[in-house]
């Protein structure tokens, strides 16, 4: 089944007004057989709320900073074939929407001071 990601593929921007990048972060959706939320919306909220720290991405691109792992249910199926060295967060519900604002945050302070 092909992945469709809903967001185009940009290379790393600066801002202008901080001159820090803006990182990457790869999208790796499940199959989606029985998703119990709607796992685009999450993504496209997340992205509204980091639109100048983070560009959401194909999982295949280059020089990731992180990786979402969206699941439609618990049974985590994105997290199959993961690489275990990149820094990532799974989602599998609605309900961890908040937990993964707080991870994004993190990982722009980790990724804003070195």
Known sequence: MNEVVPFLEMPKQ???DTLFE??????????GCNPSYERVEIVQRAQSQFNHQFVFVHRDQQDIDGMILMSGCPKACSAQ???????????TG?????????????????????
Do not use: Q
């Open 22 to 31: 803006v990182k990457k972060i790869g999208i790796k959706y499940c199959g």
């Open 94 to 114: 609605e309900n961890d929407f908040e937990s993964l604002m707080d991870w994004l945050k993190l990982l722009a302070d980790i990724k804003g001071e070195e």
């Open 14 to 16: 600066v801002r202008h």
């Open 81 to 91: 074939d993961l690489c275990r060295t990149i820094n990532h967060f799974s989602v």
